[in-house]
């Protein structure tokens, strides 16, 4: 995950320029500051979305096996019986 730098106290200043009172705008830069750890670059979801595609293609390998395995079994199954 990326933070994203900024100045405070000049976004307060921004703030209550704009008609935003000293505590809103407080309140505004505190909530910016606590999400920071949940923000998500363009390249972090790239990359999640590569990682997303190796696991798909690694469970459609494992559920080849598997039709496989149970295609033998009941080969098995029919000529036993």
Known sequence: MTTVTFDTQEL????????FTRQQSETVVSVLKKSQGE?????DIQDMDARL???????IIKQGALMAFAIGVVAILVKLL
């Open 39 to 43: 923000l998500s670059t363009k390249r």
């Open 53 to 59: 595609i190796q696991m798909e293609q690694r469970l």
């Open 12 to 19: 307060v200043i921004e703030l209550e320029s704009s008609g």
